[in-house]
């Protein structure tokens, strides 16, 4: 691997270690408020509302630029959104601008991936950005959680500066306040990736039209751009089986911590480790795909979707922590073997077809679109009174159906377009 990557991925760890820490200070913000239960589940959509919104610019914005200081730069309004909520902004609105940031980040760093490696090691390259980003959920939960009941808040809070309230007042700010730092060293590292040889992709603007115009047009091109990925007969079957995951993985984040109150009692710092056990099971998962499974054999693990969505129904037969973690561990595994060759083959497929961060946007919107839906049904759910043992029944089913389908669909095109497949699989063995 060239050194630039692993630049990358000391960026993209110490940006996720952040974001996932703010997680748990956010929910910890919103409870020591005493908002309502659905204020917390909204956590998770709308930190995908920006990556929905802004899913037809950030592509081509990362297309256009250096993407070195689109990552710099989105790490920043990161660190925006973290000051609105010590200076008194609505948790939601100020954690919303936290979710700008990310949904700039991310086109930017997946897309360096595909400019700076060859397709043969693009699968190695996500295990290792998948399974450092999941160590970084893994020690981001449990820094969120000490943060919040270890002696760190509790120095910070020590401090009394005369003359001068900090408005620091409780351990979820004083946790906020540090990460803050841990995002400017994200950037620090972001300013130091190299610049690849890849040519910029600028939209093409036409000037005898009015920015409305050129704006509809850009909005088109993402659209044409979301189209050939749906249409594409490995690009559909990837991005389906990505965009279902993550969807469901981003609001099995907080379910995790609701389960975990209601089924083992357990308090937001106990709970957060129990999201890091999931993510430990995720890392293991992808770098062992990462090391044993071809691009050219990716749809290979679909099947362990329909597994996964099976496993999920188990959580709610659990009351014991100590069966509770291995089954976790086991259940995050399935989840990091099976998404790790399908991201890979997303941004393969998407690279050829559109440019690395057209494509990279193509699949956040799909996902976050997916986070967004989904988590939106939980939180009305919520305020309706659904418990956690509800939502996860449902989350357990739709999985299972749903990666059912997509196994059949798959099936389907192998039937039916046998030559097409034979093609564009040829290719991710030879396009190096």
Not at 54 to 69: E, I, M, N, R, T
Not at 163 to 186: K, W
Request: charged share 10%; proline share 4%; aromatic share 10%.
């Amino acid at each position: 691997m060239k050194r630039g990557f692993y630049i990358i991925m000391l960026a993209q760890f110490f940006s996720s270690l952040a974001d996932n820490a703010l997680f748990v200070a956010a929910v910890e913000l919103l409870k020591a408020d005493n908002g309502p239960e659905w204020t917390r589940a909204a956590l998770v959509p709308m930190f995908a509302l920006f990556y929905v919104i802004l899913a037809p610019f950030v592509g081509a914005l990362a297309d256009s630029k250096p993407k070195g200081q689109i990552m710099f730069v989105s790490n920043g309004v990161k660190v925006i959104g973290c000051l609105m909520m010590l200076f008194g902004a609505y948790p939601l609105a100020a954690y919303a601008i936290v979710g700008l940031g990310a949904a700039a980040y991310s086109p930017a760093k997946y897309g360096l991936l595909t400019e700076l490696l060859p397709t043969s090691q693009l699968v190695k390259a996500n295990g290792w950005i998948e399974g450092l980003t999941i160590a970084s959920i893994i020690l981001g939960v449990v820094l969120g959680g000490q943060l919040l009941g270890g002696p760190v808040s509790t120095y910070l809070l020590s401090f009394d500066i005369p003359l001068m309230d900090t408005g620091i007042d409780t351990p979820a700010e004083a946790a906020i306040l540090i990460l803050i730092f841990v995002y400017g060293l994200a950037a620090w590292f972001n300013r130091r990736i190299p610049l690849t040889l890849a040519v910029m992709r600028p939209f093409k603007q036409n000037p005898n039209h009015s920015h409305f115009t050129n704006l509809i047009a850009l909005i088109q091109d993402f659209w044409d751009c979301n189209s050939r990925l749906w249409t594409d007969k490995l690009g559909q079957i990837s991005l389906s089986t990505t965009t279902l995951f993550w969807g469901v993985s981003g609001n099995l984040r907080y379910m995790v911590l609701a389960w975990s109150a209601v089924a083992l009692s357990y308090s937001t710092v106990q709970s957060a480790s129990l999201v890091g056990v999931v993510a430990i099971g995720t890392a293991v998962g992808a770098l062992i795909a990462s090391l044993k499974v071809r691009l050219d054999h990716a749809t290979q693990v679909i099947p362990l979707g329909i597994a996964m969505g099976l496993l999920v129904l188990g959580m709610n037969f659990i009351t014991n922590v100590w069966i509770a973690i291995p089954f976790l561990i086991f259940l995050g595994g399935l989840g990091g073997y099976m998404v790790v060759p399908m991201n890979a083959l997303l941004q393969h497929r998407g690279h050829h077809l559109m440019g690395a961060g057209r494509s990279i946007a193509v699949q956040n919107f799909n996902e976050q679109v997916c986070i967004l839906t989904l988590g939106g049904l939980y939180a009305f759910s919520t305020s309706m009174g659904m418990t956690a043992f509800g939502a996860i029944s449902c989350f357990g089913i739709l999985v299972t159906i749903m990666m059912w389908l997509i196994y059949r669909w798959h099936l389907y095109n192998h039937k039916h377009h046998r030559h097409e497949l034979a093609t564009l699989l040829v290719s991710t063995r030879h396009d190096d």
